[in-house]
Each structure stands twice: as C-alpha cells, then as structure tokens.
C-alpha cells in the first residue's frame, strides 16, 4: 500500500524489549460502525481476513484458520484482550504453539477523521530473531487492508 492510497506502515522498535511493532494505517472513507462491524462480526472477518470463530467478548478464545503453508499449519490461535467498541479492540495472535515463541498482540484503534475512520493496527512484539515473521506480517496486513475496504464498501 501507498501513502497515495491513504496508507502507509510504520515500522517501530521497543528498546526496552528489543521487540519491533508493525504498523499499518488508512484513512477509510466510511464511518467508525462499518469498520467495528469488520474487525468484530465473525462472517465478515472470514471475507477480508481469515475463517474464524471470533466474538468480540474478553478472555474468549478463538482461531483464525487459512490454508496451511510451508512451515505453518494454516492456524492462528487468538485471545481476546480489549473490547471498547468502535474505538480498540485487541487480542492475541500466535502461531505453532505457545513452545514456538511466535507471539504477538494485535491491536486496532478507530479514530473519526475527515471523512471517514482513521484505522491504526499494531503488531507488536516481534524480536530481532523474528525478521522473516515481521515480514510475512507486513505483506498480509497490507493484503487484508486492501481487501477490507471491499467488504466494508459492500456493507449497508
């Protein structure tokens, strides 16, 4: 995604941790309900993102399930942390097992904007070990961006 498009990621780097966050930002040109309705009704996270069993509800534990890939059996394993809706909603997004160290936090915060709805997600907590996880995550993130404005454009 290009900044011409209303996007762009930002790359940060906790020193304290030595964890890197991605970040990928868009102005959406709908209002902050579609958007919460995407992030959180399970029918639609499965048209832009993957099939889940997610429910916007606190210590809910969930899947995301895709294809399984070369090195990954296809699976996310996901715990809900923050539900404040239409502006945070936050869980856990982790890969091959708590013994695989592929952890991380997901965080999405809904801001009005002229316009529209200013959509900020976080990655955080890759280590310097994890370039290739950092990687395969900002080229998905900006896939599913791209895809989510077409379900929320379809929306009513």
Known sequence: MSTAEGSNSAEGINTAESTRTLVVERVFRHPPEKLWRALTESPLLAQWMMNNDFEPVVGRKFQF????????????????????????????????????????????????????????????????????????????????????????????
């Open 65 to 156: 399930r895709a294809e399984p890939a070369p090195n990954w059996n296809g699976v996310v394993d996901c715990e809900v942390l923050i539900v404040d809706p239409l502006q945070r909603l936050s869980y856990n997004w982790g890969v091959g097992g708590s013994e695989s160290g592929l952890q991380w936090v997901v965080l999405w915060t809904l801001t009005p904007a002229e316009g529209g709805t200013h959509v900020r997600m976080e990655q955080s907590g890759f280590r310097p070990d994890q370039q290739a996880a950092y990687q395969g995550a900002k080229y998905g993130w900006q896939k599913f961006f791209g895809t989510l404005e077409n379900v929320i454009g379809g929306l009513e």
